[in-house]
């Protein structure tokens, strides 16, 4: 089955960290910009971060920038996202995504299943 497999999301305090992981499965990573989309409850979907195809930049909003961080181990067929410094504005549900180009662009041709950030004193 065709699919990206989303890990890592849980409770955190301010100023915390986490790391999200997306792992695909029947498929391989090398030829996929992925990134991450976060949506928080009554607010529209937002794009958070992107590691592109074939190079190693990444790209992040800029409420995130110098915060998180995300990376990709295509011999693991999985990418990440590193949060740190945690605020309560990032709670969310965090989606990874795939697109078989350069650059992190819709439509995207795989999503995940979603896991929930919270952040909270």
């Known amino acids: 089955q065709l699919q990206l497999v989303e890990s890592g999301g849980g409770s955190v305090q301010p100023g915390g960290s986490l790391r999200l992981s997306c792992t695909a499965s029947?498929?391989?990573?090398?030829?996929?910009?992925v990134g991450w989309f976060r949506q928080a409850p009554g607010k529209a979907r937002e794009a958070v971060s992107c590691?592109?195809?074939?190079?190693?930049?990444?790209y992040s909003t800029d409420s995130v920038k110098g915060r998180f961080t995300a990376s990709r181990d295509n011999a693991k067929n999985t990418f990440y996202l590193q949060m740190n410094r945690l605020k309560p504005e990032d709670t969310a549900v965090y989606y990874c995504v795939a697109v078989q180009k350069d650059y992190c662009s819709g439509p995207y041709d795989f999503w995940g299943q979603g896991t929930q950030v919270t952040v909270s004193s």
């Open positions: 029947g498929f391989t990573l090398d030829n996929y910009a």
């Open positions: 590691a592109p195809r074939s190079d190693d930049s990444t």
